[in-house]
């Protein structure tokens, strides 16, 4: 399964942007997306995860109420939406899929299929 992610951009404090990772040479409703931040000089760390179905989600405390998660498995498609946005959300973005269990949706090495990464930068 091929990756990509894309929606990055430059945004003020308070925006909003959508971040979409698009599969391929794969059915993306087999698999969990899992989405994931790195800021400089900071480790990896979990945003979001939706499982298989898009019945259930679950984020990090820092993005709860102001991140959604979605997918729309016709479309082989998986989205973040990203409202109120703040300096600290800063990062890369990586979408990634695999089937973890619900206990270990936050570890990195239960996804199998990594995106390449978008850029969000909230500044004014």
């Known amino acids: 399964v091929q990756l990509q992610a894309f929606g990055g951009g430059l945004v003020q404090p308070g925006g909003s942007l959508r971040l979409s990772c698009a599969a391929s040479?794969?059915?993306?409703?087999?698999?969990?997306v899992g989405w994931f931040r790195q800021a400089p000089g900071k480790a990896r760390e979990f945003v979001a995860h939706?499982?298989?179905?898009?019945?259930?989600?679950y984020y990090q405390d820092t993005v709860k109420g102001r991140f959604a998660i979605s997918r729309d498995n016709a479309d082989n498609t998986a989205y973040l939406q990203m409202n109120n946005l703040k300096p600290e959300d800063t990062a890369i973005y990586y979408c990634a899929v695999g089937q973890p269990i619900l206990s270990a949706i936050r570890q990195e090495q239960m996804y199998h299929y990594w995106g390449q990464g978008t850029q969000v930068t909230v500044s004014s």
């Open positions: 040479g794969g059915t993306l409703s087999v698999y969990g």
């Open positions: 939706i499982r298989r179905s898009g019945g259930h989600t």
